[in-house]
Each structure stands twice: as structure tokens, then as C-alpha cells.
């Protein structure tokens, strides 16, 4: 059982949803708690709502022994996230939410979330949140190892073929089947060689479909509002 009361707790907000009239009810990653639920009581309405935005480093207070916990302390430090990164932040955030369960703690993955803010900026992005994403399956004990073959515990070889399966993991495939995946890639994505040709893409297929299997049909709302901003084509001209 958690604590009856915490202060000065490290923690990042992944979501805010009101609550009655002027409270809110917020989802945190927290350092040494993991993800808690908080009730902030009159946050609506109060001086201090600069503090309930996403992008900011926390430090938080709370008690109860309920799920839902009550806030009695809050402190902030808006980090210096470039406005265009905001949608991966609203990205990363909701894989937090979804995928981390409940009070359970992940020091390391908390620092490791921290660092990739402080480094997004658009030039990067992709492999930074490649990283990430493996960062978090691995710590959830759900990104298979790329570099065997999970049947038989073969090594893959850099001229062979694949398939993957999310909850199976590697196995061999047809030189020619379609949506395979060169030995030589997955042996670069295992190593997190994202400068490697080919590998970036490799990796947002395979990571996704490992992250779509443990989201368990849920939909996030960064992939489609992601879609919503993209143009669309001109229509062809006969």
C-alpha cells in the first residue's frame, strides 16, 4: 500500500480531465511511485493552473490510501519544449498512460523520459522517439530480442529473412514474402543503430505493431490528430 503521504515527489503530467465544477483529475508519472491518478482540488479556478500543463517538470505532494489520491502540493518548471515537438510530447504521454501500469515504479524509465524531453527538437525526432519506445517496451518486458529466432533460439543472420509476431517475436520467412524484414536491419535496430539506411523505417513498423498488440485495441488521440494535420494530396488532374 502507497503511502499516506508524499511530498516533493518528481513527476510529469500525462493528462487532465476536470472534475465537478472547478477540481481536476490528474493522470502523473511520478519517479518513485510510477503512475498515480490525483484529485487537485479548485485547479480550475485557482492561481496557480500554469502548473497543470503537460511539459512540466513537477514536484508534487499528495495524500490518501484510496486509488484516487488528493493534492496538497505543487511546484513547476516548464521545460524548453519547441512548440513543433508538442504532438510527439501529447504521443509519448499517451504511451505512458496506456501502457504503464498503475503503481508500479520505473526510476530509470522516468529519467530516461526526462532526458528525451529536454532533447526534442525536430531534426532528431524520429530516432529519439524510436528510442523511446524501445526503452519502454523493454522495461515492460514486452520488446522481443531481435537477434535469435524466438522458436529455436537461432541467431538471426544479416542475410535472412523475417517475420515478427508482437507476442511471438522473430521467426523465419520466404527471401520474397511481403512485409519481411531483412535479418541485416533487425540486427542494426537490436543494436539501436537508427543511422544505419533502412533502419528507421523498419523500426516504426515493428515498434508499432508491438505497441498496437499491448494497447489492446485502445486509440490514441496523437495518431489522429497527427493524420488531421497532414495536407492532403491535390487531387489528380486527367
Same mark, same amino acid.
Given at each position: 500500500?502507497?503511502?499516506?503521504?508524499?511530498?516533493?515527489?518528481?513527476? !510529469?503530467?500525462?493528462?487532465?480531465?476536470?472534475?465537478? *465544477?472547478?477540481?481536476? #483529475?490528474? =493522470?502523473?508519472?511520478? =519517479?518513485?511511485?510510477?503512475? #498515480?491518478?490525483?484529485?487537485?482540488? @479548485? /485547479?480550475?479556478? %485557482?492561481? *496557480?493552473?500554469?502548473?497543470?500543463? +503537460?511539459? *512540466?517538470?513537477?514536484?508534487?505532494?499528495?495524500? @490518501?490510501?484510496?486509488?484516487?489520491?488528493?493534492?496538497?502540493?505543487?511546484?513547476?518548471?516548464?521545460?524548453?519544449?519547441?512548440?513543433?515537438?508538442?504532438?510527439?510530447? !501529447?504521443?509519448? &504521454?499517451?504511451?505512458?498512460?496506456?501502457?504503464?501500469?498503475?503503481?508500479?515504479?520505473?526510476?530509470?524509465?522516468?529519467?530516461?523520459?526526462?532526458?528525451?524531453?529536454?532533447?526534442?527538437?525536430?531534426? $532528431?525526432?524520429?530516432?529519439?522517439?524510436?528510442? !523511446?519506445?524501445?526503452?519502454?517496451?523493454?522495461?515492460? %518486458?514486452?520488446?522481443?530480442?531481435?537477434?535469435?529466432?524466438?522458436?529455436?533460439? =537461432?541467431?538471426?543472420?544479416?542475410?535472412? &529473412?523475417? @517475420?515478427?509476431?508482437?507476442?511471438? @517475436?522473430?521467426?523465419?520467412?520466404?527471401?520474397?514474402? =511481403?512485409? %519481411?524484414? +531483412?535479418?541485416?536491419?533487425?540486427? /542494426?535496430?537490436?543494436?539501436?543503430? !537508427?543511422?544505419?539506411? %533502412?533502419?528507421? +523505417?523498419? /523500426?516504426?513498423?515493428?515498434?508499432?505493431?508491438?505497441?498496437?498488440?499491448?494497447?489492446?485495441?485502445?486509440?490514441? $488521440?496523437?495518431?489522429?490528430?497527427?493524420?488531421?494535420?497532414? +495536407?492532403?494530396?491535390?487531387?489528380?488532374?486527367?
Amino acid at each position: 500500500m502507497m503511502d499516506n503521504r508524499v511530498n516533493d515527489q518528481a513527476a !510529469f503530467l500525462l493528462h487532465r480531465r476536470d472534475y465537478q *465544477n472547478s477540481s481536476l #483529475i490528474l =493522470e502523473l508519472f511520478t =519517479e518513485d511511485y510510477g503512475r #498515480i491518478s490525483v484529485l487537485a482540488k @479548485g /485547479a480550475r479556478k %485557482g492561481k *496557480n493552473t500554469a502548473h497543470f500543463q +503537460p511539459g *512540466n517538470r513537477l514536484a508534487v505532494g499528495w495524500t @490518501g490510501r484510496a486509488e484516487l489520491k488528493t493534492l496538497v502540493q505543487i511546484d513547476s518548471r516548464a521545460l524548453p519544449i519547441p512548440a513543433d515537438c508538442y504532438l510527439a510530447m !501529447f504521443y509519448l &504521454n499517451e504511451l505512458l498512460l496506456y501502457l504503464l501500469p498503475k503503481h508500479d515504479a520505473h526510476p530509470r524509465l522516468f529519467h530516461q523520459f526526462q532526458r528525451l524531453l529536454l532533447q526534442l527538437e525536430m531534426s $532528431q525526432l524520429e530516432p529519439l522517439l524510436r528510442t !523511446f519506445e524501445m526503452d519502454l517496451l523493454e522495461e515492460l %518486458g514486452v520488446l522481443p530480442d531481435l537477434a535469435v529466432v524466438s522458436d529455436s533460439a =537461432e541467431a538471426v543472420t544479416a542475410d535472412g &529473412n523475417y @517475420g515478427f509476431i508482437p507476442d511471438r @517475436g522473430v521467426y523465419p520467412a520466404l527471401a520474397q514474402t =511481403e512485409g %519481411g524484414y +531483412p535479418g541485416r536491419l533487425l540486427l /542494426a535496430l537490436q543494436q539501436r543503430q !537508427f543511422e544505419q539506411p %533502412g533502419v528507421l +523505417p523498419l /523500426a516504426k513498423r515493428l515498434l508499432r505493431q508491438i505497441i498496437d498488440f499491448n494497447l489492446q485495441g485502445r486509440t490514441l $488521440q496523437s495518431r489522429q490528430l497527427y493524420q488531421q494535420l497532414q +495536407p492532403k494530396s491535390k487531387p489528380t488532374r486527367h
